[in-house]
């Protein structure tokens, strides 16, 4: 008797705390269907607080955090379709992370190449680098994070930080060796940077990648005559 006394009031609260539950993803769930409804019908703007509320209900709701990321892309905001992206890839189970993948690289290509644009280099950098950390094999993710780069060591040169400048050109040629205005980049760098034989090494593989090109060579002949 007294072992069902103390069975009982164990069983209300767990039958308490199942309906507690099922209440908060009852209504997360409402909210994502209200949401998705007018997803469907183009109404993006009007989506976005709908999933907003049922990743606050239930914050481990992945398709809710999927179509709000989903819902910004639609809209080009691609910079706030990130964070919601990214935890959709976190929460997404093995068989549909494929989805919040492809949705997420497409965000940060979005993102990356409009930071390249205004100059904001090393945030573009950061972004290629998430995009292969998610995919090595990236072709594009590679060639667009060399040009990236690239362009940060010429800014960086042009505003003397030589230093900066031989860090971004060197990270360029290990992902592209046979890229030449990295290689020639890095060469300029070594010299600005005063690392005359290093500059002359890799002038010398300048010159191996591009045989025409008259400003490898003449920082080439400039450099065997010190």
Known sequence: MQRKQTLLPLLAAFLLSSCATLGILSDAQYEFDQGLALFNRGSYEEAIPRFQRATEIEPNFGRAYLYLGRSYVSLKRWRQSLTPLRTAYRLSPEDTKREALDFLIDALFAVALDDSKTGNFGSSIGHFREILELQPTS????????????AHGGNSLSRGDVSQAVSAYTEAVKLSPNSFDAVFGLAQAFFRNGEFYRALQTAQDAMRLDPANREAESLLRDLQKR
């Open 139 to 150: 072709g594009r993710g590679r060639s667009e994070m060399v040009k990236a780069l690239i």
